[in-house]
DNA sequence: TAAAATATTACACTCAGTGCAATATTGCAA
DNA sequence: TTGCAATATTGCACTGAGTGTAATATTTTA
């Protein structure tokens, strides 16, 4: 019966996802029809087919139903910075990790997201917060790298200024008019960066 | 009676500044006492002698009462920045701008502040998207500094990492046990990071 | 098929925040 | 001084987010 349980469990989870996701999605086109504060948790209940306590059970704030899709992030860029092969400068493991998050991202997804974030001082700061997090990450995860205390500082800084540039690589993608991809401008702020960071 | 005029008017600023600050102080006592989440609005008023409609003529939300204290920063930190004396590195001009800053702290109510904002979710991301809004101060103002399009990138980075250095400093000092005074620890990260920056 | 675990819901509640309109207080001009 | 205008204070009724609790439904498993 091992092969049952496991279907039956894989099925309660895939249910679970399916809910939260439709939760998810229904409210993010609420949102950028009518707005995020115009959007009441009934609204979105009633759109998703549940029941507004039910909701709650599924996420534990209005404002977790955006962080649905960056849940994962802080793992994933652990994981992608130690996954990097050794010997190269911290500045391109930490660009690598970068690039290997945002190839994920849904382009359309992820500008309407961004819109719905900007128009709220409340979600706006709760989404910087996350690049702290992020930078918090980095740091770690570069430590482990170059574990000499000697490096610390330094890996702090590369930590920083990194995320500071994957910040406004987004900003500036998600703002732009131009057809960019945020993959470029990520490159290109790297690159303009590391000039920078001998001759200071 | 312009003399009249000036008085009086001067009074009732002067009343409107008295109360915002009191309402402002005892929130803080309660805050310390029983915590910000159980604090409620209805108790700040009580406690403060005005009405619960009253406290929102004075705050737009109950976050606000503890950005009293930090209101004027970014508009003190950018006229620090533009006082200091020119021909120092882009570096020294923020950390004396920082050291300035941190001057007018009162220490007990800051830690005292920083013990509340650590104990919420959201608090903690407020106060964390302020840092953003001084790094984007500090990048301003040095770039009136250093008005020259090449070294833009340049003054992105100092602003980066010398926000950074006061975030860290504050939080170390703030949490530690030690001693030693808000400026010594910023003063020694400084340093400390001055070192990395030419060898990265 | 029974009971244990999980999911869904209703209801009643607290608290932050807003709109509005009434009242009180103060400032100023004649 | 008195009356008018501006500002300050309040009450009331409302919306909307979020929680506690307990009841009911559904699914899982033994």
Request: a negative charge.
């Amino acid at each position: 019966m091992i092969e049952t349980d496991q279907v039956q469990e894989g099925w309660r989870e895939r249910k679970r996802r399916e809910t939260l996701d439709r939760i998810a999605d229904t409210a993010l086109t609420l949102f950028v029809k009518n707005g995020y504060d115009a959007t009441t948790l009934d609204a979105i209940a009633e759109a998703s087919g549940i029941s507004r306590r039910t909701f709650f059970y599924y996420f534990k704030s209005k404002e977790e139903i955006l962080a649905t899709w960056q849940r994962e992030l802080p793992e994933t860029f652990r994981a992608a910075i130690l996954a990097e092969p050794s010997g190269q400068h911290p500045f391109d493991v930490l660009q690598n990790a970068h690039l290997k998050l945002i190839a994920n991202l849904d382009p359309q997804k992820s500008i309407a997201i961004y819109r719905i974030i900007r128009s709220s001082e409340y979600l706006l700061a709760m989404n910087q917060s996350k690049y702290l997090k992020l930078e918090q990450t980095a740091f770690e995860a570069l430590r482990e790298l170059w574990p000499d205390k000697s490096r610390m500082n330094a890996m702090r800084i590369v930590a920083m200024v990194s995320v500071g540039i994957l910040r406004l690589s987004l900003e500036n993608w998600a703002e732009g008019q131009e057809g960019k991809s945020l993959e470029t401008y990520l490159k290109e702020e790297f690159e303009e960066m590391r000039k920078e960071t001998l001759k200071l």
